[in-house]
């Protein structure tokens, strides 16, 4: 039944494109779904915690988006400041060797 359900790949195809190209509901829903993230997206430029209130308090955001976009901000808030560490440890020890 595998081969089968293959097979039927290239007629599946050219009969979505006839149905997205006639403007069917179904075939445009079935793309989008497939094409778009599952979550709505959102762009953010700059984003400050300020910025994550606020949205919270207009009601652009949901606590649950809202709760997800502060985990994103704290993991790239601890890979800035394991950067900074490294880069502050490498003059340490370019002051070690200088010194020697």
């Known amino acids: 039944m595998l081969k089968q359900v293959k097979a039927m790949g290239p007629d599946a195809v050219q009969k979505l494109w006839e149905a997205l190209t006639a403007g069917e509901r179904w075939a445009i829903e079935t793309v989008l779904s497939h094409v778009l ?3 709505r997206a959102i762009e953010w430029e700059g984003v400050e915690p300020d910025d994550i209130r606020e949205a919270i308090r207009a009601g652009d955001v949901g ?5 997800r976009l502060a985990t994103v901000l704290a993991k790239i808030s601890e890979i800035e400041d394991i950067a900074t560490i490294r880069d502050r440890l490498d003059e340490l020890e370019q002051a070690i060797r200088d010194a020697k």
Do not use: T
């Open 37 to 39: 993230p599952r979550d």
């Open 63 to 67: 606590s649950d988006e809202a709760a």
